[in-house]
């Protein structure tokens, strides 16, 4: 089974609207993290946002919030007043294991266009 | 920036010949990945360090061998490449013994492989 799962290929938006690319996970683990990262068309990967498993909170960095259902194993990321700059690959990432957990698990990602 | 460099950034071999492709960090990190990044697959992880001499398989490892005599120094090798192993490769790293944080992983920019 996919430990990742993002079932958006493609997404568009208008600019300044907000968006929600999703992601759910599989895991038997009771300690993991979640993650989000950006590819824009330069190639980089920039980390964007964490969500521990023990978090009661939903994590936020600035224009991004993670939507954690724990109950639903999804870990949704949520773009506010979307900027031309956003148009990008989103991955999302698992680690099982608080700290110590050794592999990562990547998604196949989400193409998001934003739209002028 | 986490200081991670890949070496080349961009090759072009021939079916059957050895390649070898570098991953260099100044951060003393422990733990250093090897990716592939195919289109509709995202990252798949080849093998991983979690410390010197130190080394495992990911999910996808036939055909590639790994090695690391320095932390800062992890060598990804493709003993007689293929085309099916054309594609980019990141490297990775993290440092698990960080206090507190979500222990992310920092991309290399990422080599460019084609196998003709």
């Known amino acids: 089974a996919q430990k990742i799962t993002q079932t958006q290929p493609g997404m568009f938006v208008q600019e300044k609207e907000a968006v929600t690319l999703d992601c759910t996970y599989d895991?038997?683990?009771?300690?993991?993290?979640l993650f989000w990262y950006k590819q824009p068309s330069s190639g980089e990967m920039i980390f964007l946002i964490y969500?521990?498993?023990?978090?009661?909170q939903n994590a936020t960095e600035g224009r991004y919030s993670l939507n954690f259902q724990k109950a639903r194993k999804s870990a949704n990321l949520v773009i506010s007043a979307s900027q031309l700059g956003d148009s990008a690959m989103y991955f999302c990432?698992?680690?099982?294991?608080?700290?110590?957990?050794?592999?990562?698990?990547f998604g196949t990602g989400t193409s998001l266009t934003v739209i002028p | 920036d986490a200081g991670i460099t890949q070496s080349p950034r961009h090759k072009v071999t021939e079916t059957g010949t050895p390649v070898t492709l570098r991953c260099h960090q100044t951060?003393?990190?422990?733990?250093m990945y090897w990716y592939r990044q195919d289109p509709g697959h995202g990252l798949r992880l080849i093998h991983y360090s979690y410390g010197v001499k130190d080394t495992d398989k990911g999910e996808v490892s036939d055909g590639y061998s790994v090695s690391r005599s320095k932390t800062e120094d992890f060598l990804l090798t493709l003993e007689s490449a293929t085309s099916s192993q054309t594609s980019v490769y990141f490297c990775?790293?993290?440092?698990?013994?960080?206090?507190?944080?979500?222990?992310?992983?920092?991309f290399g920019p990422g080599t460019r492989l084609t196998v003709t």
């Open positions: 990432a698992m680690r099982e294991g608080r700290y110590t957990g050794n592999q990562f698990y």
């Open positions: 895991t038997s683990d009771q300690s993991y993290g």
């Open positions: 969500q521990g498993s023990y978090d009661e």
């Open positions: 990775a790293i993290r440092n698990p013994e960080a206090i507190g944080g979500s222990h992310e992983q920092y």
């Open positions: 951060e003393n990190h422990r733990y």
